[in-house]
């Protein structure tokens, strides 16, 4: 017999030990991996997250706030679409927050529902860039990212979901307050770069929804959209 983890022996002594260990050699014995990770803010490392998160938040390490695990999220972002307003955007429940260790900036992300007739998808961040990115769209600008997207739920979700957009904004407070550079020198490729990570977390909010027309799914491609 194969046995997994300390003296059992030991273990058996105590009964809540006892269950402890049970569930310990099952596991061992039926050799399943361990449960996904039960959020959306797991960034790999080498990742094409983690290589512009970093470039992003201008550090070598960052931590991890998680505000709302999959579950809940989905379980409020599928609420708020059933009870969306006519020309209101719902609230955007938080994904994730990153920050560099030793400072309190941030790279933060949250999403929510949008009528696709709304004053809301019109542009509106100062001083900032439209953007067209494999079908979604949206603009940014030294400090945030607007993303709307469509996402044709499935079952009685199907029908409000064809009158919304699934929006994420993304909040880069690493370039607040700083002297070294004005809002309008934010070039195009740092831009891209904030852009392209809405995107690929915005990516991982559209699969645990489950969006039909699986949106995201192609690597990001941001192309620039004339000012009107």
Known sequence: MRICGP???????????????VLTLASCASGKP???????????PAS????????IIRADSFETSIPN???RLVEMLERSLREMAPTKETFAPS???????TRTESAAFSVGWAPRTSKFVEPSLPEAGRFDVN??????????????????????????????????????TVNLGRTDIAPADIDQPAKDRQTSLAYLMTRR????????????????????????
């Not at 909010?205 to 009107?228: D, H, S, W």
């Open 34 to 44: 361990e449960a996904k990770v039960d959020h959306l803010c797991a960034i790999a």
């Open 95 to 101: 994904t994730c927050r990153f920050s560099p260790p």
């Open 205 to 228: 909010v559209t699969e645990a929804l489950g969006c039909e027309n699986k949106p995201l799914a192609k690597p990001p491609v941001v192309r620039p959209l004339p000012t009107p």
């Open 135 to 172: 079908g979604a769209f949206g603009e940014s600008n030294y400090h945030s990212t607007m993303l709307f997207v469509r996402c044709d739920m499935p079952g009685d979700l199907a029908e409000p979901s064809k009158s919304a957009w699934l929006y994420a904004t993304a909040s880069y």
């Open 7 to 21: 003296d059992t022996s030991k273990i058996l002594a105590r009964s809540t030990a006892a269950v402890l260990a």
């Open 69 to 71: 695990r999959t579950g």
């Open 48 to 55: 094409q997250e983690d290589e512009l998160l970093r470039g």
